[in-house]
């Protein structure tokens, strides 16, 4: 069973952690069959955790899980901190693939989606 | 004439910056005769600032600019941060349109985009 789980900084502003937990029950709808559980995670200042996320979504089941990075630069979070939370649960539960997809910068259909979010009036 | 600005917060990691001037060179080849001037500018720690990016835009010609804040949440720097930028030029140049779309994170089909993104390889 294929898991999606979203990682963002998290924030200080509830707000904006809320705007995420918004964001993924919109990609939980939109996933249909093809993620049955999608979750997100933080990677600090809000909750779950990424080893927690990634627990959430083993606990119910799944064994493939996508994480993604929802983060428009390839800074140290990106490169070093979030794989590190990843590689804990990796090493606790070694019978799950977790793949981690490049962040949303680096998304090929990001210029199309600017552009025409741009247009909107 | 109309041109794009995007504003992205700047960061001391050159490579960060030099992703947010790649992207933009992205757009400007797609925004083909919609935008005919398309631009970059940083809140800090880069250059050009939000003022300095407007002006490039109206010395090129741009009479109507939009402005499309490339962040996440919905935060202090989209709420009150660009908007007091963008205003310094408005006063300056009463003449020139200058529009403020909503921030990435609120695009409407972001969701799309990170579904479709997790699915590659």
Do not use: W
């Amino acid at each position: 069973m294929k898991g999606l789980v979203v990682v963002a900084h998290g924030s200080r502003r509830a707000e904006s952690n809320e705007e995420i937990r918004a964001l993924t029950r919109k990609l939980a709808d939109g996933a249909g069959e093809h993620y049955r559980h999608v979750e997100c995670a933080f990677l600090e200042l809000a909750e779950p955790s990424i080893p927690d996320g990634l627990r959430n979504a083993i606990s119910a089941g799944a064994t493939e899980i996508v994480v993604l990075p929802y983060f428009l630069s390839a800074g140290r979070h990106v490169v070093t901190d979030i794989p590190e939370e990843v590689e804990k649960v990796r090493e606790e539960s070694p019978s799950v693939t977790i793949i981690i997809a490049p962040y949303l910068g680096a998304a090929e259909s990001l210029g199309d989606l600017l552009l025409d979010h741009a247009r909107q009036p």
